[in-house]
């Protein structure tokens, strides 16, 4: 069953509507979404390979965790179910720091216009990737790489085809967060 999402303004305002998702994705409608980075101790981030099956860009490396916001729901609440679903872990509350909104738009080659505000959040790795139990119709593969590779690959966009094109901006914010807190 499609999930309904809230819709919102070019502002970041609640419009007080909701639709299913495809809906939003076909009119090119705002609605939020959740971005969970995961980092280890030893300065690695935790990445997602797509799956092959996902209708935008399937099989590249991406964020830790990521979803749409149900409709009504809060994006704590959203951060916490998605990485529950996605990768089978649960993680407390106060261990989520949420670091920024970002405002992202992007048309896809099948139509599908993505506006979103995406509500990024980190949180500390406390387990191995082996325990971590990926969702199969999501995600096909984790995996950890150094921060610095991470960076290298993703600031200037340096290996594009391999990493879900989220912005040389985005990505550089994501890392200084992340080596705040190592």
């Not at 997602?48 to 994006?75: C, F, M, N």
């Not at 704590?76 to 920024?100: D, K, N, T, Y």
């Not at 995406?118 to 984790?142: A, D, F, N």
């Amino acid at each position: 069953m499609e999930e309904r999402i809230d819709i919102w303004d070019e502002h970041g305002r609640p419009t007080g509507r909701t639709a299913l998702k495809s809906e939003a994705h076909q009119n090119g409608w705002y609605h939020p979404t959740v971005h969970i980075w995961f980092y280890s101790p030893r300065g690695e981030i935790l990445l997602q390979k797509r799956g092959d099956d996902k209708d935008t860009y399937p099989g590249l490396w991406d964020v830790s965790v990521a979803g749409h916001i149900g409709a009504g729901e809060s994006t704590h609440s959203a951060a916490l179910r998605e990485i529950q679903e996605e990768i089978g872990l649960e993680v407390p509350l106060e261990l989520l720091q949420s670091v920024f909104v970002d405002k992202a738009s992007h048309r896809h080659p099948n139509g599908i216009l993505d506006n979103e505000f995406r509500h990024v959040y980190l949180c500390p790795l406390q387990t191995t990737v082996s325990k971590l139990i990926p969702q199969q119709s999501e995600v096909s593969e984790l995996k950890l790489l150094p921060l610095l590779q991470f960076a290298e690959e993703t600031w200037g966009l340096a290996r594009p085809g391999v990493y879900v094109p989220h912005g040389a901006d985005y990505y550089g914010r994501v890392v200084r967060e992340v080596r705040l807190r190592l």
